[in-house]
């Protein structure tokens, strides 16, 4: 593996949207693995209050003019004569922004009086010093949702979910594929026929009724752990049969290579000439057919949550987040409920990048 | 000298939806232990078919009858599995083409390791090693440093050298060359013949030399058998094949070579082209093309050569 290292690496070194496809990709998975330290709030922490909540202004100056470390306001709304929310912050205090604060990379500190109201500011009588620890700031880089959740967090938390499931679905897909569609190319006769009827049968399968039947089938208060799974499982599943029937016309066009009649000519078994030197020749190929379908997953899993076969509220993914954003109404009030499809993209584009650099990779030929 | 690989009214034929097509039609043959034969015909003769059968190359559908006899042990009636233990170790194969006979995805190394550790007990480590020590063997400069290259890095002289060296690292008893040369240019051809003969200097090898070129023959076989539509049309030692040739086939090869024999005016060829496999000729099936056929040739079918050689042919040239 390690000639196919170096060589991933001088493609890299070639093809600068290889490049940063990687490294966004790094990116992503790392903070998908970091979620919980990433993230400024549980995916499931609400504030029914600040629902739909905007961005969080950050501010650097008080009211009187002096320059501060970045901080923001507590926010709340009212409704005006159309039923909108019209949002306004609370002038009081200011809560400072702070790393490394409640085991997290960032959050809010603890709220600062502002030294302009002063007194006269305060409803009640009381002192401001005295139900300053009463109020709660809320920070929101990319928004709130219904329930005032913090959109950044329940993307890093469904970014956990929306990104393995399509390389476990497509690592899996493959692997039966490569199984199946190997051996049938290769051993041709009876195992062929019976292979590809299998494969037909599967293929046959009309998708969305399948799914149907699913969700009727299914309890619907399983743990999206579960449901995790079986959403790969069934994905997998319905992925392979068309990818094996390809493989297996690819292996049956190199049985009359040169090289493979050479191969047997030399004494190697069948096993090593179809995984060393049969499959192998298929791998270029793959590897773009894999990245290629990656993003159908991830759309796959969203299509699923949103026939309630899928990840289910609380627990986040990209999908179900995109749910949100699916009338024109919602996203013309509260336009950041499109960001999940932004990061959704970046990773579709990205893996689709690298599909062209592994292709790269396992092409010797490609490099000189 | 004992006899090593002995042939025996081999057929082979491929089941078409037409029916059965016979490719080779009972030629025997025999190879002496350290000797080369070279087998020579034309396009169609049925030389590759036989170069498949003695490897138990052939597609699934063929059908071979006869006997195929190395050291004694019959190979027609092997099954899959037995053949892996001949191939390689017993017979191995250089094939026509070398620009498609290495896998382009492994590096010269990977191919010689792989083939060294398929058939002896070697670590990693050590099959390098002898990986270097056969490159090193069959003329490629800096063999240790050609171990990384990818086959589409070197020249097709580079690469048949490669298969050459891939062939005969598991030791065979056999080396079956099938139109080694052929890809290869005029100047490559020499040294890759040059090497042949160096090694079976070395090695003391056993070849059959499978080609459509009597030019090339000449330089590596003691002795020749000549094919023609899926027959044995003349056998004997090569000086005197090539000397005193008595198939008329044989002689109209041999003066369709460009500078083979001295020669002035408009160089020769034999006349039409060998019968289609579907519908070979009655009799002899060279006599449509022959120069000397009577009535006789279209009817019956002349004798195979024996072992000690000649032609199977009515009127054979220079035996009274």
Not at chain 2, 139 to 165: F, K, T
Not at chain 2, 219 to 247: F, Q
Request: proline share 7%; with cysteine.
């Amino acid at each position: 593996m390690k000639p196919a290292l170096r060589r991933f690496r001088s493609v890299l070194a070639a093809n600068a949207p290889a490049r940063i496809s990687f490294w966004v990709l790094v990116a992503l998975y790392l903070s998908a693995l970091l979620a919980p330290w990433l993230a400024p709030y549980a995916g499931d922490d609400e504030s029914r209050a600040r629902s739909w909540a905007p961005p969080s202004a950050i501010h650097l100056r008080e009211l009187d003019g002096s320059w501060h470390a970045p901080f923001v306001r507590s926010v709340s709304y009212s409704f005006d004569d159309d039923a909108l929310r019209v949002w306004s912050e609370d002038s009081t205090c200011r809560f400072p922004i702070r790393f490394l604060v409640h085991g997290r990379l960032f959050g809010l500190g603890n709220p600062v009086a502002s030294p302009i109201v002063g007194r006269d500011a305060v409803v009640g009588g009381d002192a401001p010093a005295a139900n300053l620890h009463q109020r709660q700031g809320r920070l929101y880089l990319l928004g709130a949702d219904a329930r005032g959740r913090d959109l950044l967090s329940r993307i890093l938390y469904g970014s956990r979910v929306s990104l393995t499931i399509g390389v476990v679905g497509v690592a899996i897909s493959t692997l039966i594929a490569l199984v199946v569609g190997g051996i049938a190319g290769f051993a041709g006769g009876w195992v062929d026929s019976v292979l590809m009827r299998l494969c037909e049968v599967v293929m046959l399968v009309p998708a969305f009724y399948l799914l149907m039947l699913l969700r009727a089938a299914l309890p619907l208060d399983w743990d999206s752990r579960v449901v995790y799974f079986y959403i790969i499982l069934i994905l997998s599943f319905l992925g392979w049969a068309g990818l094996a029937r390809i493989l297996r016309g690819m292996i049956q066009s190199l049985r009359q290579s040169d090289f493979l009649a050479a191969s047997r000519a030399l004494g190697l078994s069948p096993w090593r000439i179809l995984w060393r030197h049969a499959l192998p020749q298929t791998f270029g190929f793959l590897s773009v057919q894999a990245t290629l379908s990656i993003p159908g997953y991830i759309v796959a899993e969203s299509g699923l949550s949103l026939l309630g076969l899928g990840i289910q509220d609380p627990q986040t993914s990209w999908g179900n987040l995109l749910e949100e954003a699916m009338s024109i109404a919602e996203i013309r009030l509260h336009p950041w409920t499109l960001l999940p499809g932004v990061f959704l993209f970046a990773a579709v584009l990205s893996w689709n990048l690298l599909g062209d650099a592994l292709r790269d990779t396992f092409d010797p030929r490609s490099l000189s | 000298m004992s006899t090593l690989l002995s042939v025996e009214d081999l057929g082979v034929s491929f089941a078409t939806p037409e029916g059965p097509l016979r490719a080779v039609d009972g030629i025997s043959l025999s190879v002496e232990r350290g000797a080369v034969l070279g087998l020579v015909g034309e396009s169609g003769c049925g030389k590759s078919a036989t170069a498949s059968a003695l490897c138990g190359l052939l597609p699934p559908g063929a059908r071979t009858t006869g006997s195929v006899r190395l050291s004694g042990r019959e190979l027609t009636s092997l099954s899959e599995p037995d053949w892996r233990s001949v191939r390689g170790r017993r017979i191995s194969m250089v094939f026509q083409d070398p620009m498609s006979s290495l896998n382009p995805l492994l590096s010269v190394g990977e191919h010689l390791v792989e083939t060294l550790r398929t058939h002896q007990n070697l670590s990693r480590a050590a099959a390098r090693e002898a990986s270097v020590g056969w490159l090193r063997r069959v003329g490629i400069p800096d063999p240790a440093a050609r171990l990384a290259s990818y086959p589409h890095e070197l020249s097709g002289g580079m690469r048949q050298r490669v298969m050459i060296a891939l062939a005969l690292c598991p030791g065979p008893d056999l080396l079956v060359a099938d139109e080694p040369t052929t890809a290869l240019d005029v100047t490559i051809q020499a040294q890759i013949l040059d090497l042949l003969a160096t090694l079976r200097g070395e090695l003391g090898m056993t070849m059959i030399f499978i080609t459509h070129d009597l030019g090339v023959v000449e330089r590596v076989a003691d002795r020749i058998v000549v094919m023609y539509a899926g027959r044995v049309a003349e056998e004997g030692a090569a000086a005197r094949i090539l000397s005193a040739p008595r198939h008329p086939y044989t002689r109209g090869l041999l003066d369709s070579v460009p500078g083979f024999r001295p020669r002035t005016g408009r160089l020769p060829s034999i006349p039409g082209a060998v019968p289609s496999r579907r519908d070979w000729p009655s009799g002899c099936r060279f006599h449509p093309r022959c120069a000397h056929a009577d009535a006789v040739c279209g009817e019956s079918v002349p004798a195979a050569p024996g072992p000690d050689g000649g032609a199977a042919c009515f009127h054979p040239a220079g035996v009274p």
